[in-house]
């Protein structure tokens, strides 16, 4: 079956930099959703979108921005890095259901170093 | 926001044996899901399971939701089943409105031969 799509897997980057992270859902899901992992640590909510329009806000630093397109994939901009940035981050995709996100299934993840 | 407390924090067992993963959660919930985070940092999918039982294969769970509680059992431990076990849950109640899964801090197993 197919599963979230994330790229790139890993990328390094320099402080002050900018990085773009790129999700692809699973097919005829309706939303996406994008967490931060940092070490050691769970997986921090981000942001969400819901038929191409945000649904929902976690704690995304105003550097940061998100998108989905007409072919429901979405993208995660982060500009003027930090080193703490560096992360794991998380695209996941559900077909939301009346007041229920439905099952949220997780890409392999993207490995954001910045030096 | 809605707390989710696991416990554990950290279980070390010998190969074959069993163990009980619990997590505690504040409020209703629309959505509760267990993962396991393995070395390597993928996030699987393990159940979801908002209230009842499941089983697959060696796993099993249950949710309680009016006692705000959800179990995870595995059986017959494997040094495969190492990492890191996460329940997130979805607020619920009228007007909820929110599609934020929340995590627990997790129960980081290892399971030595």
């Known amino acids: 079956a197919a599963g979230v799509i994330q790229s790139p897997r890993h990328l390094i980057k320099e402080k002050r930099e900018t990085a773009t992270l790129k999700c692809y859902p699973i097919?005829?899901?309706?939303?996406v959703y994008w967490y931060q992992q940092g070490p050691g640590q769970d997986p921090q909510f981000l942001i969400s979108f819901y038929e191409k329009m945000q649904s929902d806000k976690g704690s995304i630093p105003d550097r940061f921005s998100a998108q989905q397109f007409s072919d429901y994939h979405s993208e995660l901009n982060m500009s003027s890095l930090e080193l703490g940035d560096s992360a794991l981050y998380f695209c996941a995709s559900s077909l939301v259901r009346v007041g229920n996100t439905g099952e949220l299934f997780f890409g392999e993840g993207s490995r954001l170093t910045v030096l | 926001g809605i707390q989710v407390e696991q416990s554990p924090p950290d279980l070390i067992l010998q190969e074959g044996a069993n163990s009980t993963l619990r997590c505690n959660f504040s409020?209703?919930?629309?959505?509760l899901q267990w993962f396991h985070q393995n070395p390597w940092g993928q996030l699987i999918n393990l159940f979801y399971i908002p209230s009842g039982t499941k089983q697959n294969g060696r796993l099993s769970a249950t949710t309680v939701a009016t006692e705000r509680y959800s179990l995870l059992y595995i059986s017959s431990s494997q040094t495969t089943d190492s990492g890191v076990y996460f329940c997130a849950v979805v607020k619920g109640g009228a007007g909820a409105g929110s599609y934020q899964l929340t995590f627990g801090k997790g129960t980081k197993l290892s399971v030595i031969p």
């Open positions: 097919p005829r899901h309706d939303t």
């Open positions: 409020d209703s919930v629309n959505n």
